[in-house]
Nanobody, 128 residues
């Protein structure tokens, strides 16, 4: 399994922005399908965005479309989740996950069951 490390979480006011990073120390994420998930207290972990390997297809959950952007920086060997116009309901622990096989139908969403390697998470709190 791949070791993943997330960073970039924190406390932000509503309407603010954060950029989350996901990296695998000593490895490149270019050939992996990557997903960003979040889990709020008392709720199930849910996929918010995912990208297939390379310059792969992407998916965004309805609640984050137009506000979140997933991208790769191959030189930095990272995958980012840019989060703009944050809302209190975005408060959660955010996880990145990797799969060695691309989602065949990424347009249908980012199922947690597809991804075998997970990071420890980074906390995002949106509050005034």
């Amino acid at each position: 399994q791949l070791q993943l490390v997330e960073s970039g979480g924190g406390l932000v006011q509503p309407g603010g922005s954060l950029r989350l990073s996901c990296k695998a120390p000593g490895a490149s994420l270019f050939y992996y399908a990557i997903g960003w998930f979040r889990q709020a207290p008392g709720k199930e972990r849910e996929g918010r965005s995912c990208i297939n390997s390379g310059i792969g297809s992407t998916n965004y959950a309805e609640s984050v479309k137009g506000r979140f952007t997933i991208s790769r920086d191959n030189a930095e060997k990272k995958v980012y989740l840019q989060m703009n116009d944050l809302k209190p309901e975005d408060t959660a622990v955010y996880y990145c996950a990797a799969a060695s096989t691309d989602l065949p139908r990424v347009a249908q969403g980012c199922p947690t069951s597809w991804y075998g390697s997970w990071g420890q998470g980074t906390r995002v709190t949106v509050s005034s």
